[in-house]
């Protein structure tokens, strides 16, 4: 804590030297430990931003200078995060007489698209035997399933040639790259 007098002999100004005080607010440092988990998402899901500045609070921004907070969030506390593309994030600390560090710390998300079934091919057959289906996607591999959710990879590739068949049978098919799947 600190006092001032102010003396000018133009115009002739002096102040109390009891009354007025002078405050004085020193910046935080910048962010440190600063994180992304997951920091590599599949598009649609969302990963948490993590900062920590003691005794400070945590605004977060898509710009390294200026700009409008994203979000704010406790120093070592999450901010989720649901980018569509890959984004980088800046954290800035805060104090609490509202000055900001003089400089933001980054960390980037990145962001794999999911990949989409583009096309598929059916096929039949008289009495029974075995068919081959087709399937196309926008990247990555396709798998073939029995089952419409869960179940086990019975082919991968663009076509699947089904066992031996004697009713109508429907067989399913994704695409994953990335650990992102369809």
């Known amino acids: 804590h600190y006092r001032l007098r102010v003396i000018s002999s133009s115009p002739v100004i002096t102040s109390n030297p009891n009354v007025s005080d002078l405050t004085i607010n020193v910046s935080p440092i910048p962010p440190v430990l600063v994180s992304a988990t997951p920091d590599t998402i599949c598009a649609g899901t969302s990963s948490n931003l993590n900062a920590t500045s003691a005794g400070n609070s945590i605004r977060w921004y898509t710009t390294g200078i200026g700009g409008t907070p994203v979000g704010t969030s406790a120093s070592g506390a999450n901010f989720s995060v649901t980018p569509a593309s890959t984004t980088t994030y800046y954290a800035e600390a805060l104090n609490g007489a509202g000055c900001p560090s003089p400089a933001r710390t980054i960390v980037m998300v990145t962001v794999n698209p999911i990949p989409t079934i583009t096309s598929t091919t059916p096929g039949s057959v008289c009495g029974s035997g075995t068919v081959t289906l087709a399937a196309a996607s926008s990247a990555g591999i396709i798998n073939w399933f029995s089952t419409a959710s869960g179940g086990v ?18 067989y399913y098919v994704n695409a994953t790259e990335n650990s992102c799947t369809t």
């Open 153 to 170: 990879v019975i082919g991968t590739g663009i076509s699947f040639s089904t066992p031996i068949i004697t009713l109508n049978t429907t």
